[in-house]
């Protein structure tokens, strides 16, 4: 069982990571974050949005993600459905997986 600590270190790694692929500055609030007794739900937005809330700054497909509690897997939402839509899904194990919609911890690195 991972910490809410731990859980936000591997949200700020899975970030880290797309903000050096998109060179965007990404930005993601511990007051953003819900949390479950399964994981927590991480909301990101660009920087640059959020200090000016200039909608010319927003990223596009900045779907919401979750770190599983108990394994540290992140599974990434889509944007088609709202975030409590897709928390929804998870729960009641109806949510339909991409294939690169979860990633494994050890596979972080390599994302």
């Given at each position: 069982?991972?910490?809410?600590?731990?859980?936000?270190?591997?949200?700020?790694k899975?970030?880290k990571?797309?903000?050096?692929l998109s060179?965007?500055?990404?930005?993601?609030?511990?007051e953003?974050?819900?949390k479950?007794q399964?994981?927590?739900i991480?909301?990101y937005g660009?920087?640059k949005h959020y200090e000016?809330k200039?909608?010319?700054?927003a990223?596009?497909?900045?779907?919401?993600?979750?770190?599983?509690r108990e394994?540290g897997?992140?599974?990434?939402?889509g944007?088609?459905?709202t975030?409590?839509?897709?928390?929804?899904?998870?729960e009641?194990?109806?949510?339909?997986y991409?294939d690169?919609?979860?990633?494994?911890?050890?596979?972080?690195?390599?994302?």
């Amino acid at each position: 069982m991972l910490t809410d600590k731990q859980m936000r270190q591997i949200a700020d790694k899975f970030l880290k990571k797309k903000e050096e692929l998109s060179n965007i500055p990404i930005i993601s609030l511990e007051e953003w974050t819900i949390k479950k007794q399964y994981g927590n739900i991480y909301i990101y937005g660009s920087k640059k949005h959020y200090e000016t809330k200039n909608d010319d700054f927003a990223i596009i497909g900045n779907a919401p993600f979750l770190v599983e509690r108990e394994t540290g897997r992140i599974v990434q939402f889509g944007t088609l459905y709202t975030t409590k839509e897709y928390i929804q899904q998870y729960e009641e194990n109806t949510y339909e997986y991409a294939d690169d919609s979860v990633i494994e911890p050890e596979d972080l690195d390599n994302y």
